[in-house]
């Protein structure tokens, strides 16, 4: 079945064009929907099986990236989202999209209704350089099993973000994050093998390996079924293996690496 992609984007939101033809090149029907719209009627999340919130600027990053739009998940959206989380369906958050999932709490540790009040929150704050920071990354994939992620182990994608920083009240969050399944991606030295091993607390990478200093070099995060990821990087732009900045060095050809995950994502209701 050709899944249904439901695009919501706000006041200041700048991805959701790539994002919907990402999609629709994987075999996938994307609607670009604005958030007032889908507030007049919540129950149109039910016509869809993906539900996703790209990257941008959303209200213009005011109080914070991501915490006016996570506000609508909490309230009037809590019920559509409810029913998503216990169907067999999908929700991906790029970017602004990732801070709008952590801070409603549909993502490990952000709180919100949806998050468990009493675990130590989590969010995505500034980076470490204090800057607005665009560059290509090396990813890891920690969760090779997730619905957006299966296939997928080490990849190169570009970030562009402020507030990229996961940074956590409690470090020891990370033993229940790591066996609940909740880091899917982690930043990875640009060269050579990855390190093995898990994420530990205490070592992180140095920039720009891990570009903003976040907590365990984490750049994704999933909820334990691996049908909910939020993730830092853009994988709407590296659909084109000539969007990558070494593609005639490297020879690359055809698709770019990001488009692994919206093709997994609609072959999971196949
Ligand atoms: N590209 C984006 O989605 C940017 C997210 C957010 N506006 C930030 O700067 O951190």
């Known amino acids: ?6 695009i919501v984007r706000a006041p200041g939101t700048n991805c959701d064009e790539e994002t919907a033809r990402a999609f629709e090149t994987a075999g996938a029907t994307a609607d670009r929907l604005h958030l007032f719209r889908v507030l007049e009627e919540p129950d149109l999340l039910d016509r869809y099986q993906i ?18 739009f996570s506000r609508h998940l909490n309230g009037p959206l809590g019920e559509g ?44 704050t500034w980076n470490e350089s204090g800057r607005y920071d665009c560059r290509w990354v090396r990813l890891r994939v920690d969760r090779p099993d997730h619905a957006f992620l299966r296939g997928m182990t080490d990849v190169e994608m570009p970030i562009a973000h402020a507030e990229g920083r996961i940074a956590v009240s409690d470090p020891a969050v990370l033993d229940e994050w790591v066996k609940n399944g909740h880091v899917a991606l982690r930043y990875a030295p640009r060269k050579g093998e990855l390190p093995p091993g ?6 992180t990478l140095a920039a720009p390996d891990n570009p903003n200093g976040s907590f365990a070099d984490i750049a994704g995060l999933s909820d334990a079924s691996g ?20 593609w005639t060095r490297l020879g690359l050809s055809g698709e770019g690496a990001g488009m692994k995950l919206f093709r997994n994502a609609v072959e999971w209701f196949d």
């Not at 049908?227 to 070494?246: C, D, I, S, T």
């Open 1 to 6: 079945m050709s899944p249904r992609v439901l």
């Open 51 to 68: 539900f996703c919130v790209p990257g941008g600027f959303s209200y213009g990053d005011d109080i914070g990236s991501g915490v006016i």
């Open 81 to 124: 989202l409810g029913r998503f989380l216990n169907a067999d369906k999908l929700i991906l958050g790029i970017c602004n999209g990732f801070q709008v999932l952590l801070k409603s709490g549909l993502l490990p540790g952000g709180g919100g209704t949806w998050g468990r009040q009493n675990e130590p929150a989590a969010t995505l």
């Open 198 to 203: 898990g994420p530990t607390a205490d070592v």
């Open 227 to 246: 049908k909910v990821l939020g993730l830092m990087p853009h994988p709407e732009r590296f659909q084109y293996a000539h969007q990558h900045p070494r």
